[in-house]
């Protein structure tokens, strides 16, 4: 049994087969595990991007799968590989590179598909309990209507931004843009995933 984190994915760690070295951490979904084993060539699920990732289709460094193991609690698995090329999109021959020191530096990997999605959930949140003091509550109290006309304006506003090579204000007024339209989503009852799906079939045509 293979254990799945919240978003349905277990991290894949990749080996070389014949040198033992790691060379690099993904994630997979249980449809490119699937595809893994099938046809002999790693596959993982990108989650910036949403969507499978066949592993050297765009580089041409493939990863030729010599065998596979899943832990003892079922929630990584380990995959050999024979690597056709650097594995790293750096050029190096693994990812784990760079010396960890002894005071290291975080950060935090909030990517823009995690912001978005988390910026979703506080509006769908706000629609539900409808806080006072907070101007998503009032644009839905104000109603359909209102909140078109906001996308009309920041729409119009990020435009005019883009025109006068205002680069600060074209990002501002972008932000403000994909709120208003998640506003937009929200009271009509569309969500993300719903969009999502759009953008993958025009993908596909």
């Not at 823009?112 to 409808?130: N, Y």
């Not at 025109?163 to 990002?171: A, I």
Request: glycine share 8%; net charge negative.
């Amino acid at each position: 049994m293979i254990k799945l984190d919240r978003n349905g994915l277990v991290p894949a760690i990749v080996q070389d087969a014949t040198t033992g070295d790691v060379l690099t951490l993904g994630y997979m979904s249980p449809e490119s595990l699937n595809r893994t084993i099938k046809e002999k060539d790693v596959w993982f699920y990108s989650r910036s991007r949403q969507e499978l990732w066949h592993k050297g289709e765009t580089s041409g460094n493939y990863m030729r799968v010599r065998s596979m193991k899943v832990d003892c609690d079922g929630d990584a698995i380990l995959v050999k590989v024979d690597p056709e090329g650097p594995s790293c999109h750096t050029g190096s021959k693994s990812c784990f590179v760079t010396a960890l020191l002894e005071k290291p530096e975080f950060f935090s990997d909030d990517s823009t598909v995690g912001v978005l999605d988390g910026l979703f959930r506080l509006i769908e949140e706000r629609k539900r309990e409808l806080p006072e003091g907070s101007y998503t509550t009032k644009l839905f109290k104000e109603g359909t209507d209102r909140i078109s006309q906001k996308v009309i304006e920041e729409a119009g506003e990020m435009a005019l931004a883009g025109v006068r090579g205002d680069k600060e204000h074209l990002m501002e007024e972008t932000a403000d843009l994909i709120y208003h339209a998640m506003v937009l989503l929200s009271d009509a009852g569309v969500s993300l995933d719903e969009i999502r799906n759009v953008l993958q079939e025009r993908r596909g045509a």
